[in-house]
């Protein structure tokens, strides 16, 4: 059976999977994972989860971002 904490990450990589056929699309998944993913037609980064700064190069020239909220900090 599959953990529960993927599931996320499933719904995001096909959510941009849908939006790379109209848009420049960008997923940034965290470098521990994992995940083996099929060939995307989308750029997919890894950043550092405890390194929040390892994202900014993605965040500074994206036009849209969206993240889980309980993933924003605060």
């Known amino acids: 059976m599959l953990s529960v ?13 849908v939006l790379s056929h109209e848009f420049e699309t960008v997923l940034a998944i965290p470098d521990t994972s994992g995940a083996k ?3 995307p037609t989308f750029k997919l980064v ?3 989860l405890a390194n929040w700064d390892s994202l900014v190069p993605y965040v500074k020239t994206a036009k849209v971002v969206m993240s889980k909220a ?4 605060g």
């Not at 309980?70 to 900090?73: F, I, K, N, Y």
């Open 5 to 17: 904490n993927i599931w996320p990450g499933i719904r995001y990589y096909h959510l941009a999977r």
């Open 37 to 39: 993913l099929p060939s």
């Open 46 to 48: 890894k950043y550092n």
């Open 70 to 73: 309980d993933s924003c900090g």
